[in-house]
C-alpha cells in the first residue's frame, strides 16, 4: 500500500503578493511515500521520452483549441480522445484517496502534468449516497496506456480536513498500462481537461485543487509538494500541501516565476531556465520547459546533453538506458546549476547520481554510477526543451500557483544531502 502525504493549512490572513511564503499555522498532515517498482526495469528512460512525446502533443493540441476559440474559429477535430501524459510506472508516488460516502480507498498516481481524476483500474467503484452519474463519457490516452468509462460527481476525501463535495471523477469501464495504481489525480492546469469529456467537448473539469479553493475548504490557490531524497525501494518521504506552504520543508525563501509564454511548455507547469555544468560550461541557453511530478528523471535537450557528456566523460549504458561513469570520473564530477527567476539552484554531483544501492531495480550493475540526468531527444528549440523531474523535485520545494500563474522553489535541508 502506498499513501501519499495531504496537508492542509488554514491560516487567518494568506497572501502571495512577496516572493516569499511562510505559514506557520498548524498543518494537517497525511504522509505519502515513493515506491519502487523492483525487477530491474530497463525501459523507465525510454516511457520518460514518451512521456516527454506526449506533453509536446498534447500542448500543441490545447494551444491550437486555445488560439481557434480567441479567433471565433471552429475548435480543431480531437480525434478518438486527447494525448495525456502517464507517470513512469518505475517510480511512483501515490495518493490514498477515498471517494463515496461511506469512502472506498483509492491508490491514485498524484500527476502535474495532467489534470483529469480518475478511479477504477484496479480497486472496483462502488456507487453510495452521494454518487451522481453525468451524462458524459471520458475518455483519456495517455503516452502507454489509456483509460475511457463514466463520469460521475461524488464526495472525494483527501484527508479528515480536505474533502471535496460533488468532484468530477471518471469511473473506468477500460484501462489499459496502469499496474498496481487505480488511477490518477491530476493537479495540473485546468486547461488541460478540454477535450476529454463527450459529448460536452469544450468543457473544462476543475480539478481537485480547483474545488479545495471554491468550496473555501484552503485559503489560497495553488499545491506545494515537498519530496526527501532516498536510497530505499519504499518509504515514507514527502509531504503534498493544498492552500499553502510548510515552512520547515524548505530553507530560505521561495523564488516565483511566472508560466513561461512559450508553447508548447506553456500550457504544463512551464518555466524558463538555463543550465551550467561547472564554473563556466553553459550546456543550456535560457528556454522553456516544464516541472513535473509524473517525470522521474531529469530530461534536458539532445544538445545539452551531448555538452554534458563532453564536459564529464559519461558514456550510454545500453543495459540502463542511463549515462554512466566510472567511479573515478565521478569523483570529479561538478555540480549542475539551474538558474531560474534570477536564482541559480545547485544540483551537487551527489545529486546527479541514481541510488547505488538501488542499481539492481534499473537493470544496473552494484558499482556502477548512474546519472539521473538524461536527452528529451530533441534539440532545443522545441518548445518544451527539458523536465525538471522527480529526481530534481527531491531536491527543490516546488510551489504550483494557480491564482497567480507561476511556479515556486525553494532549498531544502536535503539539498545538498549525500543519499544516493
Given amino acids: 500500500m502506498r499513501v501519499f502525504a495531504l496537508v492542509l493549512i488554514i491560516p487567518a490572513v494568506f497572501a502571495l503578493t512577496t516572493p516569499v511564503v511562510r505559514v506557520t499555522d498548524s498543518l494537517i498532515s497525511v504522509p505519502f511515500a515513493k515506491r519502487i517498482s523492483a525487477g530491474g526495469i530497463k525501459s523507465f528512460v525510454e516511457a520518460d521520452r514518451a ?89 483519456v490516452t495517455y503516452g502507454s496506456g489509456s483509460f475511457s468509462g463514466t463520469e460521475f460527481t461524488d464526495r472525494v476525501t483527501l484527508s479528515s480536513a480536505l474533502v471535496i463535495n460533488n468532484q468530477s471523477i471518471g469511473v473506468a469501464s477500460r484501462s489499459t498500462g496502469f499496474t498496481g495504481v487505480d488511477g490518477i489525480i491530476g493537479i495540473g492546469p485546468v486547461d488541460l481537461t478540454l477535450d476529454t469529456l463527450s459529448p460536452a467537448t469544450n468543457t473544462e473539469i476543475p480539478t481537485v485543487t480547483d474545488n479545495l479553493f471554491s468550496q473555501g475548504t484552503i485559503p489560497s490557490h495553488l499545491v506545494a509538494v515537498s519530496f526527501e531524497p532516498t536510497n530505499s525501494e519504499t518509504i515514507t518521504n514527502g509531504e503534498l500541501t493544498f492552500g499553502g506552504t510548510d515552512s520547515s520543508k524548505f530553507t530560505g525563501s521561495i523564488t516565483f516565476t511566472p508560466i513561461t509564454g512559450t508553447s508548447p511548455a506553456s500550457e504544463f507547469w512551464g518555466i524558463n531556465q538555463s543550465v551550467r555544468y561547472g564554473t563556466s560550461t ?138 544516493n
Fill in 51 to 139: 512521456r516527454a512525446r506526449s506533453l509536446v502533443k498534447i500542448g500543441k493540441r490545447k494551444a491550437a483549441v486555445r488560439a481557434a476559440k480567441a479567433a471565433g474559429l471552429p475548435v480543431p477535430d480531437a480525434g478518438a480522445a486527447s494525448s495525456v501524459p502517464v507517470t513512469n510506472e518505475l517510480v511512483s508516488y501515490i495518493a490514498s484517496v477515498g471517494v463515496g460516502s461511506p469512502a472506498t480507498q483509492f491508490d491514485l498516481i498524484v500527476d502535474t502534468g495532467s489534470s483529469n481524476t480518475w478511479v477504477g483500474a484496479t480497486t472496483k467503484f462502488t456507487k453510495t449516497s452521494t454518487t451522481v452519474q453525468t451524462a458524459n463519457r471520458v475518455s
Fill in 282 to 419: 553553459n550546456i543550456l541557453s535560457s528556454t522553456a520547459g516544464i516541472v513535473d511530478t509524473g517525470t522521474t528523471l531529469i530530461l534536458l535537450a539532445s544538445n545539452a546533453i551531448t555538452a554534458y557528456q563532453k564536459a564529464n566523460g559519461a558514456v550510454l549504458d545500453n543495459t540502463t538506458g542511463l549515462l554512466r561513469l566510472t567511479t573515478a570520473q565521478f569523483a570529479n564530477l561538478q555540480s549542475l546549476f539551474f538558474t531560474i527567476g534570477g536564482t541559480t539552484f545547485e544540483l551537487t554531483a551527489n545529486a546527479q547520481a541514481w541510488p547505488r544501492n538501488l542499481n539492481a531495480d534499473i537493470g544496473g550493475t552494484a558499482n556502477n554510477v548512474y546519472l539521473i540526468v538524461g536527452s528529451i531527444g530533441t534539440p532545443s528549440g522545441e518548445g518544451l526543451d527539458f523536465i525538471n523531474g522527480q529526481t530534481f523535485l527531491e531536491r527543490f520545494y516546488s510551489v504550483f500557483d494557480t491564482a497567480n500563474k507561476r511556479v515556486g522553489l525553494a532549498t531544502t535541508p536535503f539539498t545538498t544531502a549525500t543519499t
